[in-house]
């Protein structure tokens, strides 16, 4: 699960005790974006939004200043391939940072775009994992409505297929998110994606107020059902081996299955009556980078800006180690911050002696 890149115990030292290094960074890319999404994030209608991305020189200075932890980057965006770039900037990341796996999550619009990204950068790295979550939230005709680009759903399953042959080191997942236009028809999506497009890693989130978007509460219960639902499908479904997720013969991959199974029981027991149940460690292993490199710990805490990596010549980790990151660190810590936020509850789950057993026993079990 380690590389030699970043140090084994090194690692561990962070994650149980020191916790001051980025495990896992999200950087938004851009905020461009073919689609209009209904549920999305982004002010589309602001013309800021879209200004001051930050550039591959000040990305390549970045990623020289992200300590000695880093396991994984997710690229994201808006479309993060709407950056002609993405595939230099993931080198970057492969160059001079320590991460074993990039996460690209993307609409699928651009086919020949991603495949060609794919190849190139495991070719570029031997040892690179590159997983791609695939957005798919509808039937087809719903999907390309909801989100405004057509023949969408169909360059998504395209997309699919094509990264499925290049190397077993590239893992393409639809990625369903549970949201107030889709929970009705939840079963049915499932159902058509495993049986009529043969999907065979499905993955899902809840949606969460971010933005300018805010769950409508009458539909919140019809979520939470779907949601429920889906996720005791997923999970049915890997056992009898219809999906496959993760290799369940590496132990990367029953941990992180294991992972996924914590992290849907602690969602359920959250989604509808919020609640604390374990330490955030969002701004200590984990962290947000948006596109005009701002540093925040999560993208729910939108007002705890801990610094603007552009005043601080580039530099994360005088940013994530100074004084404003320790005060939001301790605010989150003394506030029992709590929320339904999946990416961040990997590396709660990953970093907390609470689940620690039961992600032992999934290994010994297999
Ligand atoms: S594809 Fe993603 S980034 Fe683009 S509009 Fe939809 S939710 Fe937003
Ligand atoms: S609990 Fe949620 S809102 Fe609070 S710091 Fe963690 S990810 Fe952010």
């Known amino acids: 699960m380690i590389t030699k890149k970043a140090k084994f115990l090194r690692v561990l030292n962070n994650v149980y005790f020191k916790k001051n290094e980025p495990v896992s960074i999200v950087h938004f890319l851009t905020n461009r974006c073919n689609a209009r999404c209904s549920f999305c994030f982004i002010d589309f209608d602001d013309p800021n939004t879209f200004k001051n991305e930050l550039d591959l020189d000040e990305i390549d200075k970045l990623t020289k200043n992200l300590g000695s932890s880093l396991l994984n980057v997710n690229l994201t965006g808006g479309e993060p391939f ?71 759903f169909q360059n998504c399953l395209d997309t699919y297929q094509r990264l499925k042959k290049i190397d ?8 369903i998110t549970v949201n107030h236009e889709n929970c009705e028809n939840i ?89 604390y149940i374990s330490p955030c460690h969002a701004g200590s292993l984990f962290g947000i980078i948006t596109a005009k490199g701002l540093v925040y710990p999560c993208e729910i805490l939108e007002e705890k800006i801990i610094g603007d990596l552009r005043k601080n010549d580039m530099d994360f980790m005088k940013i994530w180690k100074g004084s404003i990151a320790k005060k939001t660190k301790e605010f989150i810590l003394k506030t029992n911050c709590n929320c339904s936020y999946e990416c961040a509850l990997t590396y709660n789950i990953l970093g907390n002696w609470r689940y620690q057993p039961s992600l032992l026993s999934s290994i010994i079990k297999y």
């Open 187 to 275: 079963q049915k999506i499932f159902e058509y994606l495993t049986n009529e497009c043969e999907v065979e890693s499905i993955k899902c989130t809840i949606v969460r107020d971010e933005g300018v978007y805010k769950t409508p509460d009458k539909k919140k219960k019809k979520i939470f059902e779907a949601y429920s639902w889906l996720t005791n499908k997923i999970n049915e479904l890997q056992k009898e081996g219809k999906l496959n997720n993760y290799n369940t013969n590496s132990l990367q991959g029953k941990l992180h299955n294991q992972k996924d199974k914590i992290s849907w029981e602690l969602i359920k027991k959250m989604y509808l009556e919020p609640k």
């Open 168 to 175: 077993p080191r590239v893992n393409p997942v639809v990625s």
């Open 82 to 152: 709407a950056r002609k770039d993405i595939e230099e900037i993931a080198k970057l990341y492969i160059k001079n940072t320590t991460v074993q796996s990039i996460y690209v999550t993307t609409n699928a619009s651009l086919p020949d775009r991603v495949e060609n990204f794919a190849k190139n950068i495991i070719n570029y790295d031997k040892n690179i994992e590159l997983t791609f979550q695939i957005s798919i939230d509808d039937m087809p005709q719903e999907h390309d409505r909801v989100r405004k680009i057509s023949n969408l």
